[in-house]
């Protein structure tokens, strides 16, 4: 029988003051409680219902005022249906992508989420695991968080590089994306780049620069020390804003430029200290592209909108954060079941105005 067959409904709209239920939703349209339910609990049997049912049940959940009780739902199954979100900081960009990717997952699939920033303090990102796994939560999602030691709750990560019992790492692959970015500069007659290596607190930097070093040598580009800088990020436990990257960006490209070893491309570690070092190459009085050509990392979403649009290594942050929730998920749904160490994602390169060809090829 289709759960969407009507039943014999009372006819009655629930009375004023008194709490909405359920089965007030399902006789004001005409359809079974169990339709309603599983479309207000996003359950993922909701799929089978067609669309325009669905926007009826919502439509009418919300003109009667009727909220599902995830409280009694919760103590009916003893479950608590709560997963916990690490990650260093919460801002546009990287972390943005990557949440909202975690969000749309689980809201599809009845969950809710607790989040909170550790800013790369050990302490703070101790306390939280710690509070979080006291409010119940059933398992853990780790954005750019790096881990030593197993976790006592399921766990994925995101940007992991160390593998741990129990823990599946979502990545990159950074051999690929270190590829695409270095052969299109080497194409365009680049011999000369520069790079800006990752923070020392980023879980992906160690991977990626040895991912530069080892396309590098497959292309036959030399890498100079003089023209590889790091970024600080600041003390561990300083806010790490997008605002903070663009001015960090802006004054290692006025380190760079003051080498004065000559460079004809700019290799960044991500789309924040590109925009920056932009701004510093421009205020040069050189000109990008035509003297320097400039590749990002992660594609955030001002890096088309800038003057000129940014070439970047697009990392898909959302999707990333999306496969993180559906394998923890997965982990929930079938404990001790079979679930990868590591799941890899594979980037593009998103060509726009920044690069052109090198100087010295007119």
Known sequence: MSSDRPEEASGQEPKPGRRVRLKDVAAHLGLSPTTVSLVMNRSPAARGIPPETQDRVRAAAEELGYRPNFIARSLRRQRTFAVGVLLPEISEGYAAGVLGGIEDQLLQEGYFYLVAGHHSKQDLLDDYLQLLTERSV?????????????????????????????????????????????????????RRIAFFKGHPHSADTESRWQAIVAASAELGLEIDPRLTLQLSGGP??????????????????????????????????????????????????????????????????????????????????HEMGRRAAAELLHKLGAPGGDSPATVTIEPTLVLRDSTGPAPDRG
């Open 138 to 190: 059933e398992g853990l999602i780790l954005v750019n968080t790096p881990m030593d030691q197993p976790l006592s709750l399921p766990a994925v990560v995101v940007a992991g590089h160390r593998e741990l019992p129990g823990v599946t790492n979502v990545v990159l692959d950074h051999e690929v994306a270190a590829r695409l970015a270095l052969t299109h500069l080497a194409e365009l007659g680049h």
């Open 236 to 317: 561990a436990g300083e806010q790490f804003s997008p605002e903070e990257g663009y001015r960090e960006g802006h004054v290692f490209g006025q380190k760079l430029l003051a080498v004065g070893a000559p460079f004809t491309a700019l290799f960044a570690f991500n789309d924040v200290s590109a925009i920056g070092a932009m701004r510093a190459i421009v205020e040069s009085g050189l000109r990008i592209p035509d003297d320097v050509s400039v590749v990002g990392f992660d594609d955030i979403l001002s890096a088309a909108f800038q003057n000129p649009s940014l070439t970047t290594v697009r990392q898909p942050l």
